[in-house]
């Protein structure tokens, strides 16, 4: 199956969900997007960056100065209260709508 | 300090963004660098890993792009949420006091209202070129100054006159016209309009082209076409608006003329007095031929417009070359506006513009008192972590809901106000038929006062309710009062000064209205034709043939012919009395002639206080004469007039070019002896100065009036009808209209109008004065209502506390209410005196337009005084009333 393209908003969602698990740099981010997804979300630099800073105006994530686990200097990002309680709503809502869509796709 | 903080903080700003561009150059670089080490990995040389790795980001500066518009996308998407925000706190902070909130709109409302309006009417009476004219400034009127030092000024000259600035003028252009009032006959029915007789370049000239229709396309002003073009009024109200009015005919002075078009709505021409309807020269003077040929019937006006390249000073020189005498052009703005209304008018402005300061100072108090209630909100949200500039930010909003509100609003009371003004104060000038640019600026500056007056009050009381300036509020607190106590002296003085002034103009006016006259004027009428260019041919038997029929309408109880009554005009005949050398005089006037038949003196209720009155014999009978009170004990003092003689009217022989001084009819001219005294009836001004209440008079039957000496078509001369009637004239006038008229259309309007209407033009003053300064007075108090309400409002918040304690150790809710009543109304009362004494003051500058009404009028300062009161009183109650229920709880609250 080749990549497909993002709901817009999704991006967020999956962002908040990889760095749930603990804190990551911009490519370990990417790297984990596509491997959970099994290759269905391969995520560019010119979508993963401005969804990084806008997640971090919003208060939701927090960057700071670190060592990737390559031993590289990388900006790590860490998931906040505030975004987990995000993520937390939106899970909960993403559920409802998939498995409502999923509904109305299986009628016929 | 604050300058500085504010620039310490935007530099920072600046800094961090600088912060935040190189951490993110760092990350992407550190992002390539790790796909490019991938790369390499994979084995691939160095260059190609780099190279691959940039494609695979899509290129550095794209992704910070991009970044950088997800930043500013989300700062915006902020700013508005923030804005939607407060406009919602605004809006609910504001309908927490509905009260209040409205009566700020309110104040600003009305105050803002009166002067929109008058900025309308001043604009497009006086400042404003007239609409639909091409570069009006390029338009002048023309005026001719005598000869010397005489200053004499001729603002019209003849149609050859006119042809040469036409023809002889190089450095302009130039069109004539003529301003009268005509009969417009529309399917049989006979109307009146303000009619103007242009030359054939009069519309070229302005530039203005009509809506609907080709318009007057004469060629030359002898051979126009028979045509005529309606204003867009006078298209809305005889033909509803007809879209195919053009072609329609109608008469207008005998001549069968077409509808040729319809001008835009609000053209009037080239001055902003109102026209009904154009028409060529040819039309307005048929049957007065040789008025484009006579150098001495100087009845047009002219209007010239530069032609491109020329200068005004060069134009005046050429004219007054070309015509032989000083001319100069006058701009066409404000032109025909009088001098009289032009100075009221400004006047009124500044009055305007006072009540206008007032209502802002006002609604400031309001919003003091809304403040003081919404203390505790602002102490709550900034206890749960507002900053001071989200409260600061919601004020500001606030402020601009309430004055963009009240600006609507006063928009809306300007356009209702503006034609009840104008009626006033500027009769002849044109409606008003769309906003005006100036209006909508003037609204503009107008809100932004408004919300300048509201932010700075909310912005200043936010700083107050900061515990760091709270402590100063105290020592602030009597400054502010003295402050207010101020500004409501000045506002109940000002509706006091004005209140006053309408007081003396109505009482003059009353007075006027109450004097015995010596005749009976309600209920009486006159029928007569309007005056056009020279004389209406048959006049004597149309009217004579009409007078039998009115008489016979329903609803007519006496009819009499006329020629000419006190105040629509006079007769003066040459008079002498047997037996002395001098005709009688007071001053230098002689005694004025009426002519009467029995049913004109019973109409006017002229009273005969020895004699007999007229009866239907004196018509054939002996000459006779009825003389009135001042005549008699003038000319035959201590002594009975009944049974003497007196001699009027001119000798067979007389001629005018051989008579030297005033003429005096011989012993040839047969005496006429008096057999009655009538008391004095007011011959001419409505005024009783000097001799005007006591004139000569007599009173002559209409067969019996002597001719001028001169042929004239038929004798006596019937210049209208006199009527009483039982009921409206409204429904009797078209009747009569269509008696008189009969299926002529060649007749000029016939006026049915009230006698008193004839005073009109004298009583004009005094019911501008009344009616002007009773709107504006009005005004004036709803202001003063308003801030004396929200003054005595605030002071009563600011005192609840002291009420509370004055309740809770036992005082009586009655005695807080009178103690609140007392102090608003010494402060109303000051400003009465103050207001009464700066009345008597301005009214010297009035004093020649009172008629029996001093200044210092106890009756008239005792209605301004009394109103102002009941005013005060009414505005305090409220606020006064809810003291007096203060709960002493409070106390336990605050």
Known sequence: MPPSTLLQGTLDLLILRTLALGPLHGVAIADRIKQVTRGTFEVKAGSLFPALHRLEADGRIRGGWGAAPTGRRAKLYVITRAGRAHLAAETKSWARVALAIQQVLEMS | ?894
């Open chain 2, 1 to 894: 300090m604050s300058f500085l903080s504010r620039w310490r903080a935007r530099t920072r700003t600046w800094l961090r963004r600088d912060v935040v561009e190189r951490d993110l150059s760092r990350e992407l670089a550190d992002w390539v660098d790790e796909l490019a080490a991938r790369y390499e990995a994979d084995g691939c040389a160095p260059d190609e890993a780099r190279r691959r790795a940039l494609v695979e980001t899509g290129g550095v500066e794209q992704v910070k792009d991009q970044v950088r518009d997800a930043r500013e996308r989300w700062m915006l998407d902020r700013a508005i949420e923030r804005l939607r925000f407060d406009a919602l706190t605004a809006c609910r902070s504001l309908a927490a006091t509905p009260a209040l909130t409205a009566a700020v709109v309110m104040t600003i409302a009305s105050a803002a209202a009166i002067n929109l309006a008058m900025v309308s009417l001043i604009d497009r009476a006086l400042l404003s070129p007239p609409p639909h004219v091409v570069d009006a400034d390029r338009v002048f009127t023309v005026a001719m100054h005598a000869p010397g030092d005489t200053g004499g000024l001729r603002t019209t000259m003849s149609y050859p006159s006119f042809a040469i600035v036409r023809d002889q003028v190089p450095a302009v252009s130039a069109a004539a016209y003529l301003r009268d009032t005509m009969s417009l006959v529309i399917d049989g029915d006979q109307r009146r309009v303000n009619a103007m007789a242009v030359s054939a370049t009069y519309f070229s000239l302005l530039g203005a082209r009509p809506a609907i229709g080709p318009g007057l396309i004469a060629k030359n002003d002898d051979a126009a076409e028979p045509a005529v073009v309606l204003s867009h009024a006078l298209w809305q109200s005889a033909f509803g608006g007809d879209p195919k009015v053009v072609g329609r005919r109608v008469s207008i002075r005998g001549v069968d003329c077409e509808v040729a078009g319809v001008m835009p709505d609000g053209f009037s021409g080239h001055s902003a007095v109102g026209v009904d309807l154009w028409l060529p020269f040819a039309v307005a003077f048929h049957g007065n031929p040789g008025w484009d040929r006579d150098p001495y019937r100087n009845l047009l006006s002219t209007v010239v417009r530069l032609a491109p390249g020329q200068t005004l000073e060069a134009a005046e020189t050429q004219a007054t070359r070309a015509l032989g005498s000083p001319t100069t052009f006058d701009s066409i703005v404000g032109a025909n506006v009088g001098a009289t209304e032009r100075q009221v008018a400004w006047w009124l402005g500044a009055v305007a513009l006072l009540i206008f300061a007032i209502g802002l100072a006002n609604a400031a108090t309001l919003l003091v008192v809304r403040a003081a209630r919404r203390q505790e909100d602002i102490v709550i949200r900034t206890a749960l972590g507002a900053s001071r500039g989200r409260l600061l930010a919601q004020a500001i909003v606030e402020a601009m809901l309430v004055a963009a509100a009240a600006t609507a609003l006063a928009l809306a009371f300007a356009i209702w106000l503006d034609e009840p003004i104008r009626r006033v104060l500027f009769p002849d000038v044109v409606g008003r038929s769309d906003l005006a640019r100036t209006t909508l600026e003037a609204a503009g500056i107008s809100g932004a006062l408004a919300f300048a007056i509201c932010a700075l009050t909310a912005v200043w009381q936010i700083r107050g309710s900061l515990p760091a300036t709270a402590l100063s509020g105290a020592a602030r607190r009597s400054g502010r009062t003295r402050a207010l106590t101020a500004l409501l002296l000045l506002q109940t003085a000002l509706s006091t000064v004005l209140l006053s002034g309408a007081g003396m103009f109505g009482q003059s006016l009353r007075k006027l209205a109450a004097q015995d006259l010596g005749m009976r004027m309600d209920g009486v009428f006159i029928v007569s034709f309007e005056q056009g260019p020279g004389d209406v041919p048959g006049r004597n038997e149309i009217l004579a043939a009409a007078l039998e029929k009115v008489r016979a309408l329903p609803g007519v109880e006496l009819a009499s012919p006329i020629d000419s009554l006190p105040f629509t005009g006079f007769n003066v005949p040459p008079i002498s009395v047997p037996g002395r050398a001098e005709p009688p005089r007071i001053g230098e006037q002689l005694p004025y002639l009426i002519a009467s038949t029995p049913e004109s003196l019973k109409i006017l209720g002229i009273e005969i206080a020895e004699g007999r009155t007229f009866t239907a014999a004196d018509d054939r009978g002996a000459p006779v004469v009825i003389v009135n009170d001042t005549m008699a004990r003038v000319v035959w003092p201590g002594e009975s007039a009944i049974g003497k003689c007196i001699r009027i009217g001119f000798d067979d022989d007389f001629d005018p070019a051989l008579s030297v001084g005033p003429p005096m009819p011989s012993d040839k001219v047969p005496c006429r002896q008096i057999v009655g005294v009538a008391h004095d009836v007011r011959q001419r001004s409505i005024v009783p100065v000097d001799n005007e209440a006591h004139l000569m008079q007599y009173f002559v039957p209409f067969s019996q009036v002597p001719p001028p000496p001169f042929p004239v078509a038929s004798w006596p001369e019937i210049r209208g009808l006199l009527l009483r009637t039982s009921t409206g004239i409204e429904t009797l006038a078209p009747q009569i209209r269509r008696i008189v008229v009969g299926r002529r259309a060649d007749l000029p309007f016939v006026r049915v109008a009230a006698y008193t209407a004839s005073l009109d033009r004298q009583l004009r003053p005094w019911r501008l004065g009344t009616t002007l300064l009773g709107l504006f007075s009005a005004l004036a108090l709803a202001v003063a209502a308003m801030g004396l309400y929200a003054a005595f409002a605030h002071v009563v918040a600011e005192r609840r506390r002291e009420m509370a304690i004055r309740i809770a150790i036992g005082a009586r809710p009655g005695g807080v209410l009178r103690l609140i009543l007392r102090e608003s109304l010494s402060t109303a009362a000051a400003g009465v005196v103050a207001g009464n004494l700066a009345a008597i003051m301005c009214g010297r500058w009035v004093q020649s337009l009172l008629f029996e009404t001093a200044p210092s009028d106890p009756m008239v300062l005792g209605f301004a005084a009394a109103v102002m009161l009941t005013v005060a009183l009414a505005a305090t109650l409220v606020p006064a009333r809810s003291a007096s229920h203060a709960d002493p709880n409070i106390l336990l609250r605050v």
